[in-house]
T-cell receptor, first 117, second 114 residues
């Protein structure tokens, strides 16, 4: 079963508009963490934002915010005021403890965002 | 800054060869990971390690093995390379703890099996 699901293979957004990238997850670990990464065409993985399962408030980092709905098991990334440099692949990832107490980090299939001038 | 270094950026090997991909990190992280990245499939976890000489299978371990003899080094081994192992391979490291600490990634190795 897929642990992390990103249902949008590709998205377009007009420059200066906001965009939401979807992510749903599944885990039995109560102490999980969720990450979003950006991967530009250069290939590097850039960490954007983190949400812990016990965090009461939605995480924000500059133009990035995370719409965390724990009961729905969703952690959508919201990018406000899109810029041309935001064009990239975006990955949602989950850290969870598996049997034995080890940390496992799994990723979704990604969403390719293209910002239109 | 954390540095994760993968030994090769590009690698071309032949079917049936034994292939070694090396990864070294310089921040004393306990956890290290190997992923492969394919279009439309995202990053898939092959193996991970939480300590020296310790390893756990990820979601797609078949055809791969790993070695972690020293804390800073995590090697991925393709025992007998096949064409379906042509892919981008990414190594990552992370400290232990339920913290905001993200994984730190290497630049990736683009492996072609002919």
């Amino acid at each position: 079963a897929q642990k992390i699901t990103q249902t949008q293979p590709g998205m377009f957004v007009q420059e200066k508009e906001a965009v939401t990238l979807d992510c749903t997850y599944d885990t039995s670990d109560p102490s999980y963490g969720l990450f979003w990464y950006k991967q530009p065409s250069s290939g590097e993985m850039i960490f954007l934002i983190y949400q812990g399962s016990y965090d009461q408030q939605n995480a924000t980092e500059g133009r990035y915010s995370l719409n965390f709905q724990k009961a729905r098991k969703s952690a959508n990334l919201v990018i406000s005021a899109s810029q041309l440099g935001d064009s990239a692949m975006y990955f949602c990832a989950m850290r969870e403890l598996v049997s034995g107490g080890y940390q496992k980090v799994t990723f979704g299939t990604g969403t390719k965002l293209q910002v239109i001038p | 800054d954390v540095k994760v270094t993968q030994s090769s950026r590009y690698l071309v090997k032949r079917t049936g060869e034994k292939v070694f991909l090396e990864c070294v990190q310089d921040m004393d992280h306990e956890n290290m990971f190997w992923y492969r990245q394919d279009p439309g499939l995202g990053l898939r976890l092959i193996y991970f390690s939480y300590d020296v000489k310790m390893k756990e299978k990820g979601d797609i371990p078949e055809g791969y093995s790993v070695s972690r003899e020293k804390k800073e080094r995590f090697s991925l081994i393709l025992e007998s390379a096949s064409t379906n192992q042509t892919s981008m391979y990414l190594c990552a490291s992370r400290p232990t703890g339920l913290t905001v600490q993200p994984q730190h990634f290497g630049d990736g190795t683009r492996l072609s099996i002919l």
